[in-house]
């Protein structure tokens, strides 16, 4: 059973940084396709960043220069560095797998991230 | 990029009743829509990938399909279970864009 537990969620002053995590198990996040998407309060879901089993790293253009992902494979873990936060920013951010590149898989319960002062 | 118009926003019908949601692609899509199910305060669950394939162990009354940049999502027999928010899915070039969302409810 695949299961991805994020956490590194909370509160953050806009211009802040935070680090999420995503801890896999039962899938392999060095040989399969790992994401984030998100998605702020009462609205919809907006993919955020992706990391291909080769290593290749793509991103949304609101995150582009201000977010990185990167995965541990000694630990199966994901990480979405966050920099340069801003208010809009502020979401469930969801961990997200996949065997193929084209979609998502399984996903895990998401964690807050709030950007305010 | 690829935008996906997904209609309609929201739904309500009764138990038994034929669902029917839809995207619309601004382009041909070089691989086929996902659709997934997220019901409040969960995370979002795949239901459909590649426009018409049922995903392993979800009921045989969600089905997909496509016509050109038109892809189609009926629920055959709406079941209590069924209410929740439905958006489409689609990947281009390194990116991945949802639509807009349906929220379905029950009359």
């Known amino acids: 059973e695949v299961q991805l537990v994020e956490s590194g969620g909370g509160l953050v002053q806009p211009g802040g940084s935070l680090r999420l995590s995503c801890a896999a198990s039962g899938i392999s996040t060095n040989s399969n396709y790992m994401n984030w998407v998100r998605q702020a309060p009462g609205k919809g879901l907006e993919w955020v960043s992706v990391i291909y089993s080769g290593g290749g790293t793509y991103y949304a253009d609101s995150v582009k220069g201000r977010f990185t992902i990167s995965r541990d494979d000694s630990k199966n873990t994901l990480y979405l560095q966050m920099k340069s936060l801003r208010p809009d920013d502020t979401a469930v951010y969801y961990c997200?797998?996949?065997?193929?590149?084209?979609?998502?898989?399984?996903w895990g319960q998401g964690t807050l991230v709030t950007v305010s002062s | 990029d690829i935008q996906m118009t997904q209609s309609p926003s929201s739904l309500s019908a009764s138990v038994g009743d034929r669902v029917t949601i839809t995207c619309q692609a601004s382009q041909d899509l070089s691989y086929g829509l996902n659709w997934y199910q997220q019901k409040p305060g969960k995370a979002p669950k795949l239901l459909i990938y590649?426009?018409?394939n049922l995903e392993t162990g979800v009921p045989s009354r969600f089905s997909g399909s496509s016509s050109g940049t038109d892809f189609t999502f009926t629920i055959s027999s709406l079941q209590p279970e069924d209410i929740a928010t439905y958006y489409c899915?689609?990947?281009?070039?390194?990116?991945?864009?949802f639509g807009q969302g349906t929220k379905l409810e029950i009359e």
């Open positions: 899915q689609q990947y281009d070039n390194f990116r991945y864009t």
């Open positions: 590649d426009a018409s």
């Open positions: 997200a797998g996949s065997y193929s590149y084209a979609g998502f898989d399984f």
